[in-house]
């Protein structure tokens, strides 16, 4: 059985996003990679299920939650 690592990736920004999940996706297999526009869909995701790594931008605008 093979585990895989989840992780996280959260920006406000949707292009920085797609860019990663374009550089990204030859890891796809070996990782199980998310992508999130804004804090709050990151932040509901972890209440909803384990991640192990978040990868996120430090001045996102202020999240509540």
Do not use: N
């Amino acid at each position: 059985m093979r585990i895989l690592k989840s992780v996280l990736f959260v920006d406000d920004d949707p292009e920085l996003l797609s860019g990663l999940r374009r550089a990204l996706r030859p890891w796809s297999e070996e990782y199980e990679l998310l992508f999130l526009c804004g804090g709050s869909a990151g932040l509901q995701t972890l209440h909803r299920r384990h991640i192990d790594v978040v990868v996120t931008d430090w001045a996102m605008p202020l999240t509540h939650g």
